[in-house]
C-alpha cells in the first residue's frame, strides 16, 4: 500500500486496499451472530453419512492448522538422537552431539539446543533452544510418528490435512466446520500456502466448509464492509435501497433470468445478499483489524475505523505483523476465534523470504526446505520460527475465557496441529555438521491440547537409523518395525480429539489420541 509524501493514506489508495482485500471474501457461510453447534440440517446429516453426532457437549471444538512448509524433521526436535545411542553408525546417519540434546524431566520427548554464527550461506546467527518451549508445553503435547506416501511438496502438503484421502478426500478443516461451523460468520478461514491452501474433494459439503481464502492477513479485514471505510459514504438507509435496487435490476436482466437456477449464480446471490450485510452487522471491519489508528502513516480514525480492543496487545505479542506474514496470521487466527467467527485457521510460512525479527530475517528462503542448502542450522531456525509463533498463541488462548461458568479458557477446547508434507534424509557425510538433506517420507508430527493424551509419543525411533516407528492407533501400542503409512491414523486421531462424528466415515479406530 502505498502512501502520500505526507505519509497519509488517500481514499484512492484506502479504496484500492479495500477492493484488494475484499476479493479474498468469496466463500462466506450461514452468517449468524456467533459459531455454536453446527445444525442438524438434513444436508448436514447426509454429509455425516446420515448418523448421529458424538461426543459433543452443544461448544464448538477449535482447530488451529500451522503449515511447516518445507519438511520440518521430528528427528531435529522432539525425538532427537545423541550420537552415543546411534552405534557404530551415527557419525553418518542424523545424530547430534550428546550435549546438543536436552532430557526433558518427567517427558518421553527431547529438545535440541543448536548455536552457529551462519543460517547455511546467509550471515545471519542462529540461536535456538527448544526446551522452554517443551518444558512449558509437554503436558498438552503429542508426537505421533508417521510414514507419508509423497516426497511432492504440494502434494504432500495437502495429504497431510486429508489423510491421503481417508474421508471422501475431506480436509481436517472441512470436517470441523461441517462439526461446529453452521453458526459462524466464515467457519473455516485458510492462510496457508501451497498445498495447504487447497480445498478437499468432497463435493457434497455444505459451501459454509469450504477455506475463505486470506493473502494478507493484517490488511484483509478492511474488505468486510462495502461502506465503512469511506469518507462521505452513503448512509446505511441509502445503501440499502441501492442495494435493494441493484438486486431487482440483476435479477430483471437476460443474464438475471437466463442463469436464475444455476447454483453459481445462486451462490454469489446469497452471499452479496444475504452474507454481506450480515458480515456488515457484526463490525468485523474493526473487531479483526490489528492495525492502530496511527496519524498521519494510518489515520484510521478519519475514516471511522477504530480497530479491534485487542490490537495493542496483538501488536506487543506479534510486534513484526505487517512484515511477517506469519505473526499478522497469528494475531488474525486469535481475532477469529475469539470473536467466534471461525471454528478452523489455517496458517504458516510459505517459500518466500521475510525480513525482521531479531536477526533480520524471519523465513529464510524455502522455508524448512532450506535443509537442502544446510540441515541442521535450517531445521534449528525454523523449528524456533514455528515454536515461538505456536507458544504465543497458546498463550492468548489460555487468556480468554471461554465459558466462565465452567472455567474454561479457549485453549481448553482449542488444538494447534503442526502439519508438515515429508521429513527429510537422514544420511551426512562423517561427523558433518553442515550437511544438506533431501526428502524422506519418515517423520512425525506435533499436535498440542489439552484434548489429547499429553506428554506423549505414539511410535518410537530406532537410535541406530533414526528412522521411526509406528503404533497401533487404538491402544497406543509401539509397534517397532511397522514402516507403513500411517496418514488416516493421524486424520482419525485429530478428528476424535476434537469430538468429530465420523461414523460411517471407515476411519480407524484412533482412541490412543484421547486422554487415558
Given at each position: 500500500m502505498s502512501l502520500r509524501k505526507d505519509g497519509r493514506l488517500s481514499r484512492r489508495e484506502l479504496m484500492k486496499a479495500l477492493s484488494m482485500c475484499g476479493a479474498g471474501a468469496t466463500v462466506l457461510g450461514p452468517l449468524l451472530t456467533g459459531c455454536r453447534e453446527s445444525l442438524e440440517s438434513p444436508a448436514s446429516r447426509e454429509a455425516q453419512g446420515g448418523v448421529r453426532r458424538a461426543r459433543l457437549d452443544g461448544k464448538p471444538r477449535f482447530l488451529i492448522v500451522v503449515g511447516a512448509a518445507g519438511g520440518a524433521s521430528i528427528v531435529d526436535s522432539f525425538l532427537a538422537v545423541r550420537a552415543s545411542e546411534a552405534g557404530v553408525d551415527a557419525a553418518r546417519v542424523n545424530t547430534f552431539a550428546d550435549e546438543q540434546v536436552l532430557n526433558v524431566p518427567g517427558s518421553p520427548f527431547r529438545a535440541v539446543r543448536v548455536s552457529s554464527p551462519r543460517l547455511g550461506d546467509i550471515p545471519v546467527p542462529v540461536v535456538a533452544d527448544q526446551l522452554p518451549f517443551v518444558t512449558k508445553h509437554k503436558d498438552s503435547m503429542l508426537v505421533a510418528t508417521t510414514v507419508g506416501t509423497s516426497v511432492n511438496h504440494a502434494i504432500a502438503q495437502k495429504r497431510s490435512l486429508t489423510g491421503n484421502a481417508a474421508w471422501r478426500g475431506r480436509t481436517l478443516q472441512e470436517c470441523?466446520?461441517?462439526q461446529y461451523g453452521a453458526g459462524c460468520p466464515i467457519p473455516n478461514v485458510n492462510m496457508g500456502a501451497g498445498g495447504y491452501a487447497e480445498r478437499g474433494?468432497?463435493?457434497?459439503?455444505p459451501s459454509h466448509c469450504y477455506g475463505e481464502v486470506v493473502t494478507h492477513a493484517s490488511l484483509w479485514p478492511l474488505g468486510l464492509d462495502g461502506r465503512k471505510g469511506l469518507k462521505g459514504a452513503p448512509s446505511e438507509a441509502v445503501m440499502a435501497m441501492a442495494r435493494r435496487t441493484r438486486n431487482t435490476l440483476d435479477a430483471?436482466?437476460?443474464?438475471?433470468?437466463t442463469f436464475e437456477d444455476a447454483p453459481a449464480l445462486r451462490r454469489w446471490n446469497d452471499q452479496?445478499?444475504?452474507?454481506q450485510p450480515a458480515l456488515e452487522m457484526q463490525d468485523l471491519i474493526n473487531r479483526l483489524s490489528v492495525l492502530p489508528d496511527a496519524p498521519p502513516r494510518l489515520p484510521l480514525s478519519e475514516f471511522g475505523l477504530t480497530g479491534s480492543p485487542d490490537g495493542a496487545r496483538l501488536r506487543a505479542a506479534f510486534p513484526d505483523y505487517l512484515t511477517d506474514p506469519v505473526e499478522g496470521q497469528a494475531a488474525l487466527a486469535y481475532l477469529l476465534l475469539k470473536n467466534r467467527v471461525s471454528v478452523t485457521v489455517t496458517l504458516g510460512p510459505s517459500f518466500n523470504v521475510s525480513v525482521g525479527g531479531d536477526f533480520g530475517i524471519a523465513n529464510p528462503p524455502l522455508a524448512f526446505d532450506f535443509s537442502h542448502n544446510d540441515h541442521r542450522t535450517g531445521q534449528a531456525f525454523m523449528w524456533a520460527r514455528v515454536l515461538r509463533i505456536v507458544d504465543k498463541l497458546i498463550d492468548?488462548?489460555?487468556s480468554e475465557p471461554f465459558d466462565v461458568s465452567t472455567g474454561e479458557s479457549l485453549?481448553?477446547?482449542?488444538?494447534?496441529?503442526v502439519a508438515t508434507e515429508f521429513g527429510r534424509t537422514r544420511s551426512r557425510v562423517a561427523n558433518a555438521t553442515a550437511f544438506g538433506s533431501g526428502h524422506d517420507l519418515n517423520n512425525g508430527f506435533l499436535l498440542l491440547s489439552p484434548m489429547l493424551r499429553g506428554n506423549t509419543v505414539l511410535g518410537g525411533i530406532d537410535p541406530r537409523t533414526t528412522l521411526t516407528y509406528g503404533f497401533d492407533a487404538r491402544t497406543g501400542t509401539p509397534l517397532p518395525g511397522k514402516l507403513e503409512s500411517n496418514e488416516a491414523d493421524i486424520f482419525s486421531g485429530i478428528l476424535t480429539a476434537l469430538g468429530v462424528d465420523t461414523s460411517g466415515s471407515g476411519l480407524p479406530d484412533a482412541s490412543a489420541f484421547l486422554p487415558g
Amino acid at each position: 500500500m502505498s502512501l502520500r509524501k505526507d505519509g497519509r493514506l488517500s481514499r484512492r489508495e484506502l479504496m484500492k486496499a479495500l477492493s484488494m482485500c475484499g476479493a479474498g471474501a468469496t466463500v462466506l457461510g450461514p452468517l449468524l451472530t456467533g459459531c455454536r453447534e453446527s445444525l442438524e440440517s438434513p444436508a448436514s446429516r447426509e454429509a455425516q453419512g446420515g448418523v448421529r453426532r458424538a461426543r459433543l457437549d452443544g461448544k464448538p471444538r477449535f482447530l488451529i492448522v500451522v503449515g511447516a512448509a518445507g519438511g520440518a524433521s521430528i528427528v531435529d526436535s522432539f525425538l532427537a538422537v545423541r550420537a552415543s545411542e546411534a552405534g557404530v553408525d551415527a557419525a553418518r546417519v542424523n545424530t547430534f552431539a550428546d550435549e546438543q540434546v536436552l532430557n526433558v524431566p518427567g517427558s518421553p520427548f527431547r529438545a535440541v539446543r543448536v548455536s552457529s554464527p551462519r543460517l547455511g550461506d546467509i550471515p545471519v546467527p542462529v540461536v535456538a533452544d527448544q526446551l522452554p518451549f517443551v518444558t512449558k508445553h509437554k503436558d498438552s503435547m503429542l508426537v505421533a510418528t508417521t510414514v507419508g506416501t509423497s516426497v511432492n511438496h504440494a502434494i504432500a502438503q495437502k495429504r497431510s490435512l486429508t489423510g491421503n484421502a481417508a474421508w471422501r478426500g475431506r480436509t481436517l478443516q472441512e470436517c470441523v466446520a461441517l462439526q461446529y461451523g453452521a453458526g459462524c460468520p466464515i467457519p473455516n478461514v485458510n492462510m496457508g500456502a501451497g498445498g495447504y491452501a487447497e480445498r478437499g474433494t468432497d463435493v457434497s459439503l455444505p459451501s459454509h466448509c469450504y477455506g475463505e481464502v486470506v493473502t494478507h492477513a493484517s490488511l484483509w479485514p478492511l474488505g468486510l464492509d462495502g461502506r465503512k471505510g469511506l469518507k462521505g459514504a452513503p448512509s446505511e438507509a441509502v445503501m440499502a435501497m441501492a442495494r435493494r435496487t441493484r438486486n431487482t435490476l440483476d435479477a430483471r436482466s437476460v443474464f438475471g433470468q437466463t442463469f436464475e437456477d444455476a447454483p453459481a449464480l445462486r451462490r454469489w446471490n446469497d452471499q452479496r445478499i444475504v452474507g454481506q450485510p450480515a458480515l456488515e452487522m457484526q463490525d468485523l471491519i474493526n473487531r479483526l483489524s490489528v492495525l492502530p489508528d496511527a496519524p498521519p502513516r494510518l489515520p484510521l480514525s478519519e475514516f471511522g475505523l477504530t480497530g479491534s480492543p485487542d490490537g495493542a496487545r496483538l501488536r506487543a505479542a506479534f510486534p513484526d505483523y505487517l512484515t511477517d506474514p506469519v505473526e499478522g496470521q497469528a494475531a488474525l487466527a486469535y481475532l477469529l476465534l475469539k470473536n467466534r467467527v471461525s471454528v478452523t485457521v489455517t496458517l504458516g510460512p510459505s517459500f518466500n523470504v521475510s525480513v525482521g525479527g531479531d536477526f533480520g530475517i524471519a523465513n529464510p528462503p524455502l522455508a524448512f526446505d532450506f535443509s537442502h542448502n544446510d540441515h541442521r542450522t535450517g531445521q534449528a531456525f525454523m523449528w524456533a520460527r514455528v515454536l515461538r509463533i505456536v507458544d504465543k498463541l497458546i498463550d492468548l488462548l489460555k487468556s480468554e475465557p471461554f465459558d466462565v461458568s465452567t472455567g474454561e479458557s479457549l485453549w481448553d477446547r482449542t488444538l494447534i496441529y503442526v502439519a508438515t508434507e515429508f521429513g527429510r534424509t537422514r544420511s551426512r557425510v562423517a561427523n558433518a555438521t553442515a550437511f544438506g538433506s533431501g526428502h524422506d517420507l519418515n517423520n512425525g508430527f506435533l499436535l498440542l491440547s489439552p484434548m489429547l493424551r499429553g506428554n506423549t509419543v505414539l511410535g518410537g525411533i530406532d537410535p541406530r537409523t533414526t528412522l521411526t516407528y509406528g503404533f497401533d492407533a487404538r491402544t497406543g501400542t509401539p509397534l517397532p518395525g511397522k514402516l507403513e503409512s500411517n496418514e488416516a491414523d493421524i486424520f482419525s486421531g485429530i478428528l476424535t480429539a476434537l469430538g468429530v462424528d465420523t461414523s460411517g466415515s471407515g476411519l480407524p479406530d484412533a482412541s490412543a489420541f484421547l486422554p487415558g
